[in-house]
């Protein structure tokens, strides 16, 4: 009878326990993930030879049907998709040749986001110091008063290295902004572009490519601001209480000097040196596609066969596209470590190609961990241990309790 009565407390105790105590969260089994059915699988991305835009010569993956490269007499230039990054052509992507004033739009990718475009400047004398001879200008006077935006116009518009050294100043001098800038054009991707003058003007040992010159382009259309000021034909340039008028030195936007305007031009920048020879980088719309493309010192044609090849290039990009295979991506290459040290770096290839990633060096090791983490984190919890073994308590004195009522009978018989 002791050991009834105390089986019948054991019982009602854990049975009032069993309604009292809540299941804990920790022993929840998680819900199953829903499954979208009929989701379309997304298609794999295409790859690319990373080692093709390294190779000399006019690379170009052609399809049944497409359309035959321009020949064309620039040292080097680049025909891309500007919103996929896709390289549909190129001819010596990555030479190395100076940029002239093409570098100007590496400045304006580096300096714009600094300063507002209604901002107001007085410019002071040691800003307009160091200008190189027979540098392009808009007409920046010392102690004139000017918006950003009119400084900004200045540059896009008439080239002027007089603005680019104002709004250099204004973004911690010049020796800095050239750092600033080589970052900049790392973190894009830019591999072959050496800044030592910010402004393009000739100087030992600065360099870029077709290549980076078409990442910059690219990269100038996704900044409204950018886009703003090199698809503008003319402004008006503050000169204290009275303006003047200024032209974009861009033929294929404005369409002066003989050069027909290209239809859908959004401009982007052109730029001359002696060292240099003629550069433009040009961006293009055509119904729902934008190309970029970028061309460096055409060796025949004289001063505008600038423009005529950025339109032959342009023309064949738009008939070409979706009959080539691309050849190679502007998109900059990203790398991240994975967060385990059982795991080595993810890597991206420069020119598009699919991420690659290694195996994990121990798989077992490395699945079991998160299940581990979980059995620790129930373990530390005191509420966690204690109601499971109250639960199996009341049900060990449940089921003790039904076992001696069913053998009860049996025993007065």
């Known amino acids: 009878m002791i050991v009834t009565s105390a089986v019948r407390h054991a019982a009602a105790g854990s049975a009032a326990l069993l309604f009292v105590l809540p299941v804990p969260a920790a022993v929840a089994s998680p819900p199953a993930p829903e499954r979208v059915v009929g989701e379309p699988t997304p298609p794999?991305?295409?790859?690319?030879?990373?080692a093709r835009l390294d190779r000399r010569g006019t690379q170009v993956q052609r399809l049944p049907g497409a359309p035959a490269v321009p020949s064309v007499s620039a040292l080097s230039w680049v025909v891309a998709d500007a919103s996929s990054g896709e390289v549909?052509?190129?001819?010596?992507?990555?030479?190395?040749?100076?940029?002239?004033?093409t570098l100007k739009s590496l400045f304006a990718l580096t300096a714009l986001p600094h300063h507002?475009?209604?901002?107001?400047?007085?410019?002071a004398d040691s800003e307009l110091t160091g200008i190189g001879a027979g540098s392009s200008m808009v007409g920046v006077k010392e102690g004139y008063t000017y918006k950003v935006s009119d400084l900004w116009n200045g540059v896009f518009l008439s080239s002027g290295n007089d603005a680019v050294h104002v709004l250099a100043s204004m973004n911690g001098g010049w020796e800095s902004m050239t750092r600033q800038m080589q970052e900049k054009a790392r973190s894009l991707g830019a591999e072959d572009t050496h800044v030592v003058s910010p402004d393009g003007y000739d100087a030992p040992g600065q360099v870029s490519s077709a290549y980076d010159l078409a990442v910059?382009?690219?990269?100038?259309?996704?900044?409204p601001d950018?886009?703003?000021?090199?698809?503008?034909?003319?402004?008006?340039?503050?000169?204290?209480?009275?303006?003047?008028g200024i032209a974009n030195t861009n033929r294929l936007l404005t369409g002066e000097n003989g050069v027909e305007r290209y239809p859908g031009l959004l401009g982007i920048k052109n730029g001359y040196t002696s060292n240099a020879g003629n550069t433009l980088i040009s961006a293009a719309r055509r119904g729902d596609r934008t190309l970029v493309v970028s061309v460096m010192n055409p060796q025949e044609g004289g001063g505008f066969a600038v423009y005529e090849e950025a339109r032959e290039l342009l023309d064949w990009g738009f008939e070409a596209a979706g009959r080539v295979q691309p050849v190679g991506s502007l998109a900059p290459v990203r790398a991240k470590a994975a967060a385990g040290s059982g795991t080595r770096t993810v890597s991206v290839a420069r020119q598009g190609r699919g991420a690659e990633a290694e195996a994990p060096r121990?798989?077992?090791?490395?699945?079991?961990?998160?299940?581990?983490?979980?059995?620790?984190?129930?373990?530390s919890g005191p509420s966690a241990g204690l109601p499971l073994t109250l639960v199996g308590s009341a049900c060990a004195a449940a089921l003790a309790l039904w076992g001696w009522r069913r053998r009860k009978p049996a025993d007065r018989a």
């Not at 549909?88 to 002239?100: E, F, G, N, V």
């Not at 507002?116 to 410019?123: G, L, M, Q, Y």
């Not at 910059?216 to 900044?223: E, S, Y």
């Not at 121990?362 to 373990?379: C, F, H, I, W």
């Open 88 to 101: 549909l052509a190129a001819h010596d992507a990555h030479r190395k040749l100076p940029p002239a004033s």
């Open 362 to 379: 121990s798989p077992a090791r490395t699945v079991a961990a998160p299940a581990k983490k979980a059995r620790d984190e129930e373990a």
């Open 216 to 223: 910059f382009g690219r990269a100038g259309l996704q900044d």
């Open 44 to 50: 794999a991305r295409q790859y690319v030879d990373p």
């Open 226 to 244: 950018f886009a703003r000021y090199c698809s503008t034909p003319y402004a008006e340039f503050p000169a204290g209480s009275w303006s003047y």
């Open 116 to 123: 507002a475009p209604s901002e107001r400047h007085t410019v």
